[in-house]
């Protein structure tokens, strides 16, 4: 990262917290309203509709499990109530 891109970050870092809701365990979000999120590092979404974030860390318990598809490769499947994904 550049010298700049250090500053910056410190400086929107030290701000965020102050002006920003955090999401990165997770929660509800507002349409509109800008949260941090992110496990690696904060990233910025400001989203569209009303929702969930759900964090991947605590998707990745017993919720989830290995699969192999028909051509061999593997996938994770997460389980979380209705809600299927896979990646």
Known sequence: MSDLGNVLSTIFG???GLLLS????GGRVRKGK?????ENG???IV???DGTVFPLHKML???SEDKKSKKGK??????????????
């Open 14 to 16: 030290g701000l965020s």
């Open 22 to 25: 955090k999401r990165e365990n």
């Open 34 to 38: 800008p949260y941090l999120v992110g």
């Open 42 to 44: 904060a990233e910025l």
């Open 47 to 49: 989203p569209d509709l």
């Open 61 to 63: 318990g017993k919720d």
């Open 74 to 87: 593997k996938s994770k499947n997460f389980l979380y109530d209705k809600l299927d994904l896979t990646f």
